[in-house]
RNA sequence: GCGAGCGUAGCCAAGUGGUUAAGGCAGAGGUUUGUGGUACCUCCAUCCCGCGGGUUCGAUCCCCGUCGUUCGCCCCA
């Protein structure tokens, strides 16, 4: 036998599960519109190009984990590694920039990045992002950081710690680049095989390395802070005094540099313990020079993206599963009770009651053990006695009371009911 | 792309180079043919221990390969 399953790197999201992003999305959704944040759903495909030309062809996503393919028509399309090529992407082609000084948007979905799976990481993964496009003001920033932060805490996450930085604009960045590597470069042989090899391609990538000998080499390097511009160096001290104002704690990390080029400015990490290697779950920054380089206006931007994968792991940690609530099971015997059955149970839906209809045609008494196990507050029975004069019996499962009434009779008791499920729940059952 | 561990039923899990591969949970049926939660009984891997090949008189167990998975590296959310 051979059983076709998931994709390497793909998983399937079981009810049990998906009870923890429905969670987040909700909650996503009411922390994003609060800040006048609207969505906004771009395709799970693009041209190769924009994630070429956005992210930077030497990054390792583009360089070596993109899902690209040729499609019938022989064009170069790439399953999106991330959200904000794309989005960037659909402001420049809709001219969103010429509705308004500053575009707040958000967006989830599935993002694709060819990579070895392991804890908190998979091929097909899910995101959940912000972008502040069309303002420079620190205060973007600072928005967007909080916000950050407000949705992991309406989620219920705590102990993450924030991880700050700014790595200036191009200027900057090259200015810096040249001192980093006339710094590293004495100490080639002894850096670690990646950090050799980034130095001539990717040096600032070498600050963030995990190697032990090379941090150490790295612990009188230059930082980036001496190699920021005035007005570079206003803006990093703006946001951060933004961020004390605000109570957001943060910690500046001259070696935070991120794996895109295209950012400039701010960058930032929100980080946990709990994941393992993974530890981010949250992560963006300033990209100032992005929008023109994917032909709009020069656009100042500032975003981030959260990993729904990472935030689950955590969300798990923290809550049990919680089993839906059911109000009522419905059981039936006999032709005639059956098919009334069905017509009742639709009527308590209709009247906003949930209703699970046993249609196993096994035993009162199976079906009762069902009943019980399903967590449901009262039982609906229909046999031959109740087909024959169209009643029902109501049953309470906790107390065991029982009473005949009218199928027709449930609309006008449904208020009564509803009340009584509610006491229902809050009583502990009586044996 | 690299390294290490793992792969026995729907789930968890014991086990052995050789007759019927423990146990638990879940599930089905029954004791209780119109009334539930406990208890008890029965059933639930008999081309079979991920798949393919090898060693062996004989492999689920040893070896190789492969796929999957887990953790780590790289990188990232």
Redesign the pocket.
């Known amino acids: 036998m051979s059983l076709i399953?998931?994709?390497?790197?793909t998983?399937d999201l079981l009810p049990e599960e998906i009870q923890y992003w429905q969670q987040i999305e909700a909650i996503a959704r009411e922390v994003f519109s609060r800040a006048t944040y609207q969505e906004i759903r771009t395709p799970i495909f693009e041209q190769t190009d924009l994630f070429e030309r956005g992210m930077g062809e030497a990054?390792?996503?583009v360089s070596k984990?993109m899902y690209t393919f040729q499609d019938r028509g022989d064009r170069s399309l790439t399953l999106r590694p991330?959200g904000t090529a794309g989005l960037v992407r659909s402001y420049v082609q809709h001219n969103l920039y010429a509705q308004g000084e500053i575009q707040r948007l958000w967006y989830v979905g599935p993002m694709f990045?060819y990579?070895?799976?392991?804890?908190?990481?998979?091929r097909q993964?899910h995101?959940v992002g912000i972008e502040a496009l069309g303002s420079a003001d620190p205060r973007a920033d600072a928005e967007v950081i909080a916000i950050a932060k407000d949705l992991l805490n309406a989620i219920g996450l705590e102990n993450l710690r924030l991880e700050f930085n700014s790595i200036g604009d191009r200027q900057d960045r090259l200015q810096y680049r040249e001192a980093l590597v006339a710094f590293l470069t004495p100490y080639q042989n002894d850096l670690d095989p990646?950090s050799q090899e980034?130095l001539t391609r990717n040096p600032l990538?070498i600050l963030?390395?995990?190697?032990e000998k090379t941090q150490d080499i790295l612990q009188n390097v230059p930082s980036i802070h001496d190699h920021l511009s005035p007005s570079s160096q206003k803006r990093f001290e703006q946001v951060q005094q933004l961020l004390t104002d605000l109570g957001i704690d943060y910690n500046i990390n001259a070696k935070l540099v991120?794996?895109?080029d295209y950012y400039t400015h701010t960058v930032f990490?929100i980080q946990s313990d709990d994941l393992?290697?993974?530890?981010?779950?949250?992560?963006g920054g300033r990209y100032d020079g992005l929008v023109k380089e994917l032909g709009g206006p020069e656009t100042p931007a500032v975003g981030w993206?959260?990993?729904l994968?990472?935030l689950v792991i955590l969300m798990q940690q923290l809550q049990p599963p919680t089993a839906p609530t059911l109000d009522f099971y419905v059981v039936s015997?006999g032709d005639r009770a059956e098919a009334q059955a069905l017509k009742v149970a639709q009527t308590l839906r209709q009247l906003r009651f949930s209703a699970e209809l046993d249609l196993?045609g096994?035993?009162?008494?199976?079906q009762?053990?069902?009943?019980?196990?399903k967590g449901a507050a009262a039982?609906l029975?229909l046999?031959?006695?109740?087909a024959e004069n169209l009643t029902v019996?109501l049953?309470w499962?906790?107390?065991?009371e029982?009473r005949a009434i009218g199928q027709s009779e449930l609309p006008s008791l449904a208020d009564e009911i509803r009340q009584q499920i509610e006491a229902s729940r809050a009583l502990p059952?009586?044996?």
């Open positions: 399953q998931v994709s390497r790197g998983r990054t390792d996503v984990e991330e990045r990579e070895r799976p392991q804890a908190g990481r998979q993964f995101q990646d980034r990538r963030d390395t995990k190697d991120r794996g895109l990490e393992g290697a993974q530890a981010t779950v949250c992560a993206a959260s990993g994968e990472r015997r196993s096994s035993a009162f008494g199976k009762f053990k069902r009943a019980d196990r039982c029975v046999g031959d006695a109740e019996q049953k499962l906790a107390s065991g029982q059952r009586v044996d």
